[in-house]
C-alpha cells in the first residue's frame, strides 16, 4: 500500500466503505427506514470523519452528530450540507462560531439557548437547535420533571427553530432485568413528556432517543436513531441483543520488520517483562501504542502472521512490538492487528477484552499517524 505521494506504508488503517454502506442499509431496513442521525464524533470512530460522512449520504444519511464545535466545522469545510448536531453543549463563546457554520447545538440550558437566539438574530438566521432530556443517563441535558417549561420557553425565542428533541440511555446494552427495567422505565419519561408537548400544540421535527443499543434491544420510540457503533461493525456490548447482522469496517495491518532468534534467558524489550524459557524466534513488528496498539497488550493478545495467532510477548513500546513466531514467517510479512487473515480473526472486541475496556476505546485510540485507507467494492479509493 502507498500514500499519495507514492510513499510505502508499513501500518495503515483500511476502511471498507463497502461493509459501512451494507451496515448502514441493515440498520435503516431494522428501524423501517426512520431517519438517522449517524455519530461520525471523534473521527467517526476512528474511521475518518469525511470518507465516512460522504458515503453514509450515499445511502440517504445526510445528518451526523459531532462532540465538539471543530468537528462541526471541519465538516462544514469539507463540504457536508446535511444537519450537524453538536450533541455535546458548546460553551457560550462557541456559540457565534456555531450559528456562522449552521450547526446544531444541543441546548441545555436557558443562558445558551438566548446565547444562541441573540447571535442567530444578530446575524438574520434561523438555528436549528436540540434540546435534551435526561430521563436517567445522569449526564448532560435537562432533568426530564423540569422540561417541559424549559422547552417551551427556548422554543418561543427568535432566531431559535426547535428541530428535535431527545434523550440517551446509559444501560441499553445490558440485559440484566434491573437495567431493562431502567431503559423501559426511561422510554415511557420520554413517551409522556413528547405526549404532553404535542398536545400542548408544540410541533417537533424529530424525536430521538435510540442508540445502537437501544434501537438493537429495545422499542424504538419516535421518528429518528442515533447510532454509532453499530454502523461501524460492532456491536455495543457482548451481552445486547444482536437483532441487526453487521460486520466490521476497519482493520489495522503492520509489517514485520525484523526476525531474530533468542537464546534462553534473552529478555524482551522494555522492562524485562518476558525472559525466553526456551530457543525462540521472534518477529519485530511496526507498531507500537504510538498507533493504538495499547500498552496494556504487552504479554497479552496475540496479532496474525501467515493466518496463524501469534503472542505479543514484552512490552509494545511506542513504534515497535515483539511477537513469538514461527520459521515460516518472513521479513515483511503482512501482521493483521484487527482484521481477518485466512481462517483467523482478531476484532476490536478481543483487544477490548485483553484490555478491559470496550471496542468504542480501541477504535478512537487508532492515532493520528496511522494512514486511512477507503477502500470500495474491493478497490482503494482514498488514501489520507
Ligand atoms: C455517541 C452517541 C451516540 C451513539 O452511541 P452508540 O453507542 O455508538 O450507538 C448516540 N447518542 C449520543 C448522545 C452520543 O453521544
Known sequence: MHDPRGHYLETFCEVDLSAFGRNIERISEWVSGRDIILAVKANAYGHGVVPICREAALHGVNRFGVATLVEGIELRDAG????????????????????YHNLSP????????????????????TIKIHIEVDTGMGRTGIIWFDAIGEIYAISQLPGIALEGVFSHFPVADSTGKSD????????????????????????????????????????????????????????????????????????????????????????????????????IRVAIIRAGYGDGLRRALSNRGEVLIRGKRRP???????????????????????VIILGKQGAEKITADDHAKWTHTIN????????????????KNGEVIEVK
Request: net charge neutral; hydrophobic share 40%.
Open 80 to 99: 457536508i450540507e446535511g444537519e450537524i448536531i453538536i450533541l455535546t453543549p458548546p460553551t457560550l463563546e462557541q456559540v457565534p462560531s456555531l450559528v
Open 106 to 125: 444541543n441546548v441545555v440550558n436557558r443562558q445558551l439557548a438566548e446565547a444562541v437566539s441573540a447571535e442567530a438574530v444578530k446575524a438574520n438566521k
Open 180 to 279: 431493562m427495567e431502567f431503559t423501559k422505565m426511561q422510554l415511557e419519561r420520554f413517551s409522556k413528556l413528547i405526549k404532553t408537548l404535542e398536545r400542548g400544540g408544540m410541533r417537533i421535527p424529530t424525536i430521538h432517543i435510540s442508540n445502537s443499543a437501544g434501537l438493537l434491544a429495545h422499542p424504538i420510540l419516535g421518528n429518528c436513531i442515533r447510532p454509532g457503533i453499530l454502523a461501524y461493525g460492532l456491536y455495543p456490548s457482548e451481552e445486547v441483543r444482536k437483532s441487526v447482522e453487521v460486520e466490521p469496517v476497519l482493520s489495522l495491518r503492520t509489517r514485520v520488520v525484523q526476525l531474530r532468534d533468542f537464546d534462553v534467558g534473552s529478555s524482551i524489550g522494555y522492562g524485562r517483562t518476558y525472559i525466553a524459557r526456551n530457543p
Open 312 to 334: 505479543i510477548i514484552g512490552r509494545v513500546s511506542m513504534d515497535a512490538t515483539m511477537v513469538e513466531t514461527s520459521s515460516d514467517v518472513q521479513l515483511d510479512d503482512e
Open 360 to 375: 468504542y476505546e480501541i477504535l478512537t485510540g487508532i492515532s493520528e499517524r496511522v494512514r486511512r485507507v477507503y477502500v
